[in-house]
């Protein structure tokens, strides 16, 4: 993508679900990051913005945009068109530092983009990045940290290379405690401080209940199916599904059913409600050739262990099995909780909160700071 200028600091922006596409103009700002970008522009020093287009949909889902592809598939190709982007900006620009506000579905991509850079697995090296802000990311760790991975802090760490006068007197506010729909735990590393997660309480994208496998299952098979027409979201959520299942079925015979002197055992180190959750999320690997042999052959180990003492066996499998009932309905304990429904009254109204709770505005002082934080680093204003 080419940028007219090389600015002390250019914000990469990702906008949320329908309002985006892969040929957009990069230079106009709508949606809920637009209600951020003048504001942004009219506080800082030597600082410009540019939009990442990409297909921004939701699998043609009615009242999503113009995009078919899956969300899932939309989601990566943000990410690539924004990792892109921001190699071409370090490439191009040695002096540019760089952030990245992003939106919803847009904020997904933010996020990989944070935690491949802070990683040091990313486009560009860490010190090139001032700050990240994600609004309504779907995949926001629970605990309630306004900066995962950095406890306590209520301010942003300042840019690399600026003592951050300006900086420090932003502050950014707690999100819920809760997580994400489909939450990761992975970090942000050497960018922890300075990506801010912005989450409304009851913006189910961001605030999910924790303890609602059944939730994050629906929305892992959502995020990989064809929903343009009934016809197509059935055949795609059907397949995706058997897929589900088939990672799932694997996963708890290989690492939840013990086969050992004692017999046949089922000792699960987590419910099947989670299993099959993990097992529809997008960015689990389905399983390769290897573990498809190691399920066939642990099925074969467990048929003959039961066909050996089936008396004992079958009585004893029963009985764990019983057992599990519990754990299956403590993982979706907070789906049969009343105040826990009532919290999501308005997911909608949450969702698209940002600009009126004030949070776009708070990024927009954020990285006005750190643009005059940088200037004056540089012996600028």
């Known amino acids: 993508m080419p940028v007219a ?35 942004m522009l009219a506080q800082g020093v030597d600082i410009a913005h540019v939009n990442i287009p990409y297909e921004a949909s939701f699998g043609g889902a009615p009242g999503t945009g ?13 990410t690539a068109r924004l990792n892109a982007t921001a190699a071409e900006v370090v490439s191009r620009c040695p002096q540019t530092m760089l952030a ?20 040091g697995q990313g486009p560009v090296p ?23 991975g950095a406890p306590g802090q209520m301010t942003p760490s300042p840019a690399p290379g ?35 997660e912005f989450c409304a309480p009851g913006d189910l994208a961001c605030d999910a209940p924790g303890r ?3 939730l994050r299952t629906a929305a892992g098979l959502a995020a990989r199916a064809d929903l343009h027409d009934p016809l197509a979201a059935v055949s795609s959520v059907s397949a995706a599904w058997h897929q589900t299942t088939a990672a799932a079925t694997s996963t708890v015979l290989l690492n939840d059913i013990q086969v050992d002197g004692t017999g046949v055992n089922y000792v699960p180190a987590a419910s099947v409600s989670d ?12 399983p390769g050739a290897d573990q498809a042999q190691a399920t066939a052959d642990k099925i074969s180990r467990i048929v003959a262990a039961v066909a050996a003492d089936p008396l004992r066996q079958l009585p004893q499998l029963a009985g764990q099995l019983g057992a599990a009932v519990q ?26 909160s940002y600009a009126g709770d004030g949070a776009t505005q708070q990024a927009a002082e954020w990285f006005g700071a750190l643009s005059r934080d940088i200037a004056t680093a540089r012996g600028g204003r």
């Open 5 to 39: 200028r090389c600015p002390g600091l250019l914000v990469l922006g990702v906008q949320g679900t329908g309002e985006s596409t892969p040929a957009a103009n990069p230079d106009i700002t709508g949606g809920m990051l637009g209600t951020m970008v003048g504001p």
């Open 162 to 196: 600026t003592d951050g006068a300006a900086t420090s007197q932003v502050r950014v506010p707690v999100p819920p405690a809760s997580g994400g729909i489909t939450p990761n735990e992975v970090g942000f590393g050497a960018l922890s401080g300075r990506v801010a």
């Open 100 to 119: 990245v506000a992003a939106y919803s579905q847009g904020a997904v991509a933010g996020a990989e983009f944070a935690r491949q850079v802070g990683a």
């Open 66 to 78: 113009p995009g078919a592809a899956p969300f899932a598939a939309s989601v990566d190709q943000a």
């Open 275 to 286: 299993r099959i959750a993990d097992a529809a999320d997008p960015r689990t690997p389905a």
């Open 327 to 352: 754990a299956e309905l403590a993982a979706n304990a907070d789906l049969l909780n009343p105040a826990t429904i009532l919290s999501y009254a308005d997911p909608v109204g949450n969702h698209t």
């Open 126 to 148: 860490a010190d090139r990045v001032a700050g990240v802000a994600l609004f309504s990311d779907g995949t926001r760790p629970a605990g309630g940290a306004p900066f995962p």
């Open 212 to 214: 609602a496998a059944v």
